[in-house]
């Protein structure tokens, strides 16, 4: 099962637009991730936040997590071509088993 | 580029058939974790391996089993492959069991027929 769950499923937009992505889950947790993958390869570390940690920025990324609402945003400003990608957020469920649950993911499509 | 790398890239088996995925961590990780995406959707969890011993199991059956080496390398087993387990297995490496930054192999593509 997956605690995550991204919205929207799929996005399109044009070059130099912002793209946001949201994400809720389930249970408490430790911390929050986001990672990208490309053409159905494997994943890259984005950012991670942490439960006590409201927002955080990297480069042209932008995180928030609201934990009262189990929810998470992405933000890429000014997007780019090479933007285009699955976005999936991954939550650690404060569980012992040391695994990420991941959501269905976001695919994002940017437009040159 | 990650530094974890995964062999083979792309395999093709029979249902019934048995496989054996490989997985090489990156420099200085002691920790595996073993995903499985299917297509269209977000990894899942199958378990985890820290200093050769299993670490945490998901919700997957007997079948898929797991070693890790003293070099910390990885191998995934899958026996009685069924139709389903079709998907992208994907490999991580971290440098402690925890759930903080993971660090994902390329995959290895398995479909069963």
């Known amino acids: 099962s997956q605690q995550g769950e991204e919205d929207p499923q799929a996005l399109s937009i044009q070059e130099g637009e912002n793209a946001t992505m949201n994400c809720s889950y389930k249970t408490s947790i430790n911390n929050l991730q986001w990672y990208r993958q490309n053409s159905g390869r494997g994943l890259v570390h984005l950012i991670l936040?942490?439960?006590?940690?409201r927002e955080k920025h990297s480069g042209r990324l932008r995180v928030t997590l609201d934990t009262s609402k189990k929810s998470s945003s992405l933000l890429i400003t000014a997007s780019r071509a090479a933007d285009t990608a699955s976005y999936f957020c991954a939550t650690d469920g404060n569980n012992a088993g040391n695994m990420l649950t991941f959501g269905g993911g976001t695919r994002l499509m940017v437009k040159p | 580029e990650t530094g974890v790398t995964q062999s083979p890239t792309h395999l093709i088996k029979t249902r019934g058939q048995q496989v054996t995925l490989r997985c090489s961590s990156q420099?200085?990780?002691?920790?595996v974790s073993w995903y499985q995406q299917a297509l269209g959707q977000g990894p899942q969890f199958i378990f985890q391996?820290?200093?050769?011993?299993?670490?945490g199991r998901g919700n997957f059956p007997p079948r898929f089993s797991g070693l890790q080496f003293p070099n910390y390398s990885s191998e995934l087993n899958v026996n009685a492959l069924e139709l389903d387990d079709s998907a992208l297995y994907l490999c991580?490496?971290?440098?402690?069991?925890?759930?903080?930054?993971?660090?994902f192999g390329p995959g290895t593509r398995l479909t069963v027929l």
């Open positions: 420099s200085g990780h002691n920790t």
């Open positions: 936040i942490r439960s006590n940690e």
């Open positions: 391996y820290y200093r050769e011993e299993e670490n």
């Open positions: 991580a490496s971290s440098s402690a069991p925890s759930t903080d930054t993971q660090y």
